[in-house]
């Protein structure tokens, strides 16, 4: 079965320092990741994903995600973080094939970035 | 392009009634799926559409069901509603298969 883990219920940095927000998944066959950002009283927005490829992807908003097929992980990265990066961040696995797909989410990560 | 629309944005029903919620895809996706949000349970995947047809449910009781139409356009319905109904919704649409997901703002329900 597919699970997908966020480890922080929340992440704190100061303005201007690189943060992380961290991913593992569990995944039959190729995963398809991705990172989606929820601000208040919004629905999901779209950040990133990992099909195929580089490891290494970029997003919106500067933000970045590494994809570890050893380690099973898809963390969330920027190398300075804004005040306006405050938010809820989820990832998610995309698994099934053609004729059925279903995304698990994680159970998000708070992100407060402090000024 | 217009994204995702969802309506109505807010519901209060009560307890045993049905709601319908409905959703409209950005304009060419094909493939509409369904969310509950609750701060307890977080994101959970309701089903998806592609092409009229549910190609994939998650584990919600029978009371939770939808369809898609021609145009794309999706509905879902809850029957003898219950209070831990009580979510945000989010309808969420994308071209196909393994791609990213656009979401809508959601539909806050409330059951009393």
């Known amino acids: 079965a597919q699970s997908v883990a966020q480890p922080e219920d929340q992440v704190n940095v100061a303005e201007g320092n690189p943060l992380t927000v961290k991913c593992t998944y569990s995944?039959?066959?190729?995963?398809?990741l991705f990172w989606y950002v929820q601000y208040p009283n919004r629905g999901l927005q779209f950040l990133l994903k990992?099909?195929?490829?580089?490891?290494l992807v970029k997003g919106s908003y500067g933000f970045e995600a590494e994809f570890n097929k050893s380690q099973t992980s898809f963390h969330l990265k920027k190398p300075s973080a804004l005040v306006s990066d405050s938010a809820l961040y989820f990832c998610?696995?995309?698994?099934?094939?053609?004729?059925?797909?279903?995304?698990?989410f994680g159970a998000g990560t708070r992100l407060f970035v402090k000024a | 392009k217009a994204g995702v629309t969802q309506t109505p944005r807010y519901l209060i029903k009560t307890r045993g009634q049905q709601v319908t919620l409905s959703c409209s895809p950005i304009?060419?996706?094909?493939?509409v799926s369904w969310y509950q949000q609750t701060p307890g349970q977080g994101l959970q995947f309701l089903f998806e559409?592609?092409?009229?047809?549910?190609?994939n449910k998650g584990n919600f009781p029978g009371r939770f069901s939808g369809r898609q139409f021609s145009n794309s356009r999706s509905e879902m319905n809850v029957s003898t509603l219950e209070l831990g109904d009580s979510a945000l919704y989010l309808c969420?649409?994308?071209?196909?298969?393994?791609?990213?997901?656009?979401f809508g703002p959601g539909t806050r329900l409330t059951v009393t």
């Open positions: 995944v039959s066959g190729n995963p398809y």
């Open positions: 998610a696995v995309r698994a099934g094939r053609t004729g059925g797909f279903k995304t698990i």
């Open positions: 990992y099909i195929t490829g580089d490891n």
């Open positions: 969420a649409s994308s071209t196909q298969g393994a791609q990213e997901q656009y």
């Open positions: 304009s060419g996706h094909r493939s």
């Open positions: 559409y592609f092409s009229e047809t549910q190609r």
